[in-house]
T-cell receptor, first 110, second 113 residues
Framework: QKEVEQNSGPLSVPEGAIASLNCTYSDRGSQSFFWYRQYSGKSPELIMFIYSNGDKEDGRFTAQLNKASQYVSLLIRDSQPSDSATYLCAVKGSASKIIFGSGTRLSIRP | KAGVTQTPRYLIKTRGQQVTLSCSPISGHRSVSWYQQTPGQGLQFLFEYFSETQRNKGNFPGRFSGRQFSNSRSEMNVSTLELGDSALYLC????????????FGPGTRLTVL
């Protein structure tokens, strides 16, 4: 089992709809969770981080964390073509190392 | 405020050579982490430095090493290059060890022939 798992996609979502990206992790001692966006040929860009159970909203983005179920998700409302990218989930585990998932490719179709 | 800078941006080496990559963190950031990104393995953690000390190390062979200077700039070195070392090497900085939000540099694309 991978330490951080994501569906590789591609996930295709119509413009204006909600895109839902999911991530599960294996280390129950994990405390910090991050979502990065990476455009093709570019480096990852931090979108959001979440430490506590529940939801955290920032503009069109909402991160959701459920430590009991060991999953974290990212919702993108009113999806735009510019949201088309690979989304990386990262988890800081109990050993204080940040482990990245393999990423989910998101495609927003006009 | 300037972002994370990495030099060089592109590098071509041959098997058996060694290479040194450089990373300058965001001003005021004291923690620097290095990652290797390949299409097959994704983003893999190499090591993390804070105040010139290696705090964490990933599962890479001893050919991969790094260091951090008193001004927080960091270098990583790969000796005896192998074809499989071809990758994008990313450096990320964060404020200090209490903060987890990392900001990535543009990366160094290393090609080993």
């Amino acid at each position: 089992q991978k330490e951080v798992e994501q569906n590789s996609g591609p996930l295709s979502v119509p413009e204006g709809a909600i895109a839902s990206l999911n991530c599960t992790y294996s280390d129950r001692g994990s405390q910090s969770f991050f979502w990065y966006r990476q455009y093709s040929g570019k480096s990852p860009e931090l979108i959001m981080f979440i430490y506590s159970n529940g939801d955290k909203e920032d503009g069109r983005f909402t991160a959701q964390l459920n430590k009991a179920s060991q999953y974290v998700s990212l919702l993108i409302r009113d999806s735009q073509p510019s949201d088309s990218a690979t989304y990386l989930c990262a988890v800081k585990g109990s050993a204080s190392k940040i482990i990245f998932g393999s990423g989910t490719r998101l495609s927003i179709r006009p | 405020k300037a972002g994370v800078t990495q030099t060089p941006r592109y590098l071509i080496k041959t098997r058996g050579q060694q290479v040194t990559l450089s990373c300058s963190p965001i001003s005021g950031h004291r923690s620097v982490s290095w990652y290797q990104q390949t299409p097959g393995q994704g983003l893999q953690f190499l090591f993390e430095y804070f105040s010139e000390t290696q705090r964490n190390k990933g599962n890479f062979p001893g050919r991969f090493s790094g260091r951090q200077f008193s001004n927080s700039r960091s270098e990583m070195n790969v000796s005896t290059l192998e074809l499989g070392d071809s990758a994008l090497y990313l450096c990320a900085s964060s404020l200090d060890k209490a903060y987890n939000e990392q900001f990535f540099g543009p990366g160094t694309r290393l090609t080993v022939l």
